[in-house]
């Protein structure tokens, strides 16, 4: 045989066993696949919408298992888009769509769908935003690629819909990541798009008492919704936008009042916390929901069963993307119509199940699990956590005078150091004050801009001295600074105030005296306003500052015909706090969590709840949250009707307290916007003060910086608190003593224990 054609033999008996070798490998991923195993696509990468390597998913015989860490296995079913997580130890299993034989067939058709998919959508049609679009009910197609911890699933829907998104999962040790990257959400169809979408709605559901356990509600300090039998009680449950109510969307809605000057209802608490959990204390198995991303539109749903007619217990997160508003027809408002959001939200969704087992599967490991997952991600930093006992003043207000306005002096410079020499007579020491109203034009002429104090609480001059003398004395003052909102009765139309997504100017009316509006700037002009106001403070060697109003309040705005997300609002908070903190020592009103990092401590913190009927109860979750990494104040004990159970509050949640005074007497706010404020002469509250910071200084001693580990309401309804340092303190709200560990603790009271 010569040499060219044993060249080819040669090379036909390569190209054979390469062929050979790859049936092989197809035969093998092909019987892989048919018995439910795991595949592997080794080169996925997660910063990718789409994997690079696919397999169609065969999982009609059940659900198959994709990924195991050392505690967890998580299996996939893909018909439905469900998963399960089994603990290895326990063998307990959290469910993310309702299973059949937990189906008690007390659903409709709807619900039926909704309970049985791992991903519900809310659809847009035109512009009528009542669609319920879901993996069961409506025709769709799932492609499933396997990664080297979870899956990445691409679910279109079709027909009347021809919408679609990529759902990635993962198991990461003891935590499961859910991530909708922005990328893979499309809108195909012409007056047809995703509203919001609900990410495994169903997760850790029970069945009307069967499990015991509770929910957690991220509503004002916290609350819990337990897990037992509502019989039908609740028509709705917790519905809670993260970050509160986007003013730039939301229609305006008129204030109970009486004798059109009070306001008669108080506002429900604004969710400061992107999270929520479920807990099955029977199985010891819980988990804290994170969410990381897109939580700047983002509703936390928490329902009992009975809410909408369902039997099952539920918390998740749904994102919103697009939205309808009322869209007016002419500059009068005459008419208005319904209008679709031009575009929708754009940005990674993403939920963090952080899984808890054993004693750490309660509230209270939930709250440690939270602390460390901020210091861990530096969302939060350990601050100066030295007691001060907090006092705030009311410099100058305004009330209507012939053409225009006076000034109403209620506490000047003088005032106030001879109020820190009155504390200090009574032992109050290291006193923190935040001075609202120290502007030239009162607390009401705002933006602030300049360091130019009033001139009838003593001017500028007066003002810096005082800060630097009585900081060498241990008092701290912090000037007040409502970055957010706009007088244009005391202020030049030509700042650029907020319009809302209708192109309407937003108008803040509070009913006041002298003052009836007042208007959001946009937030690049609150950033710039800050640095101005910096500036000036810092070239006088001033650097303490209370800063209100952008640090609670988020919105969505338009500006010369565009559409800015609150996800712009969001960022460009962060860039302004960022650079002013280099400079300043920042104190934060009702933070949100992005903003966490820059306090150094946090003002008017809620105690308790909004009181939500259907709230079993409350719990001091955000102070067993940051207690002992920052300082956090409480809302002013002044207007609290009791005293008694709030300074309990005060005791059991380690918060401090705050007190609003003036020196001259309230009554001359009569004809002022603070003619709400009753009760602030500090000689009232002069032997309070001193009271209330005995005992809290004292407690603060024995506390140190130690965090919170554990919170628990005892059997006979005693409250115990531990700390890491090995501190107890018990906390008794009832009539009678109560004991507990050989303490006995009388009526309505307290007590310190190892």
């Not at 669609?131 to 691409?154: H, L, P, R, S």
């Not at 069963?305 to 408002?333: C, E, H, M, T, W």
Request: net charge negative; proline share 3%.
């Amino acid at each position: 045989m010569d040499t060219k054609k044993r060249k080819k033999i040669k090379w036909l008996v390569i190209i054979l066993a390469v062929l050979l070798v790859a049936a092989a490998i197809a035969i093998t991923l092909i019987v892989l696949g048919s018995k439910g195993e795991r595949l592997t696509a080794g080169n996925y990468d997660h910063s990718s919408p789409k994997p690079t390597v696919k397999s169609k998913v065969d999982a009609k015989d059940g659900y198959v298992q994709v990924a195991e860490s050392d505690s967890y296995i998580l299996y996939y079913y893909e018909p439905q888009f469900s998963i399960k997580l089994e603990n290895k130890k326990t063998g307990a299993i959290i469910e993310s769509t309702l299973s059949e034989e937990k189906d008690d067939g007390s659903a409709n058709e709807v619900w039926q769908g909704y309970m049985k998919s791992g991903i519900v959508i809310n659809a847009i049609r035109g512009t009528t935003n009542t669609y319920q679009v879901d993996v069961n009910t409506v025709e769709t197609e799932i492609t499933t690629w396997y990664t080297d911890n979870g899956i990445y699933a691409e679910i279109e829907f079709k027909g009347a819909y021809d919408f679609g998104l990529g759902v990635e999962v993962r198991l990461e040790g003891d935590e499961l990541v859910v991530r909708i990257p922005d990328e893979s959400i499309h809108e195909d169809k012409e007056n047809t798009y995703i509203s919001s979408i609900s990410v495994f709605p169903m997760m850790g559901y029970t069945h009307l008492g069967d499990e015991s356990g509770y929910m957690l509600v991220p509503d004002g300090n916290g609350a819990l919704i337990n897990l037992d039998d509502k019989e039908g009680r609740y028509a709705n449950g917790f519905t809670g936008l993260i970050y509160g109510t986007d003013e730039g969307l939301t229609a305006k809605t008129g204030i109970p009042t009486l004798w059109e000057r009070y306001e008669t209802v108080t506002d429900a608490n604004s969710v400061m916390m992107p999270i929520f959990g479920m807990a099955h204390t029977g199985d010891e198995q819980a988990y804290l929901a994170v969410v990381e991303k897109g939580d700047e539109r983002c509703y936390i749903e928490i329902q009992p069963n009975g809410a909408n007619n369902i039997n099952y217990n539920r918390a998740f997160a749904r994102f919103l993307l697009r939205d309808v508003f009322k869209q007016p027809l002419s500059k009068g408002n005459s008419g208005v119509v319904d209008a679709v959001e031009a575009d929708r939200l754009h940005s990674d969704l993403q939920v963090r199940y952080i899984l808890l087992t054993g004693e750490d599967a309660d509230y209270s490991g939930m709250a440690v699990t939270y602390r460390q997952y901020l210091l861990d991600n530096g969302l939060i930093r350990k601050q100066n956590l030295a007691y001060n006992t907090r006092v705030d003043v009311l410099g100058t207000e305004r009330e209507e005078f012939l053409m225009g306005t006076t000034s109403v002096p209620m506490t000047t410079v003088n005032q106030l150091e001879d109020i820190y020499a009155a504390l200090r007579r009574e032992g109050v020491e290291n006193v923190l004050t935040v001075y609202r109203g120290w502007q030239k034009g009162g607390l009401y002429n705002l933006p602030i801009t300049k360091y130019k104090a009033d001139g009838k609480i003593g001017g500028t001059g007066a003002l810096t001295d005082l800060i630097l003398q009585e900081a060498e004395k241990g008092n701290t003052i912090y000037l007040y600074n409502d970055a957010l909102s706009v007088n244009a009765s005391t202020n030049s139309s030509t700042y650029s105030v907020m319009k809302m997504v209708n192109k309407r100017t937003f108008e803040k009316d509070v009913n006041g005296q002298v003052y009836k509006t007042f208007y959001y700037l946009m937030p690049d002009r609150s950033g710039t306003n800050l640095m101005e106001l910096t500036d000036a403070l810092t070239g006088k060697n001033v650097k303490n500052m209370a800063l209100a109003g952008i640090t609670e309040k988020l919105f969505s705005f338009s500006y010369k015909g565009n559409f800015y997300a609150r996800t712009h609002t969001m960022d460009t908070y962060m860039d302004a706090l960022s650079a002013v903190d280099e400079d300043m020592n920042l104190i934060l009103e009702k933070p949100n969590q992005f903003l966490w990092k820059y306090a150094d401590a946090m003002l008017d913190m809620p105690l308790g709840s909004s009181d939500y009927l259907y709230i079993d109860r409350e719990i001091p979750f955000l102070s067993m949250v940051l207690k002992g990494i920052v300082p956090t104040y409480s809302e002013y004990v002044n207007f609290e009707a009791n005293k008694t159970e709030n300074f309990l509050q005060m005791v059991e949640s380690g918060m401090y307290p705050s007190f609003y005074i003036t020196a001259e007497d309230s009554s001359k706010l009569i004809y002022t916007n603070s003619s709400d404020l009753f009760s602030l002469e500090f000689e009232s509250y002069r032997e309070t003060i001193a009271q209330y910071d005995r005992e809290l200084r004292a407690l603060s001693e024995v506390v140190g910086t130690s965090c919170i580990t554990e919170h628990e309401v005892l059997p006979n309804g005693l409250v115990r608190v531990t700390y890491d340092n090995g501190i107890r303190i018990y906390v008794n709200y009832t009539a009678s003593a109560l004991s507990a560990d050989g303490v006995t603790v009388d009526a309505m009271s307290y007590k310190v224990g190892e």
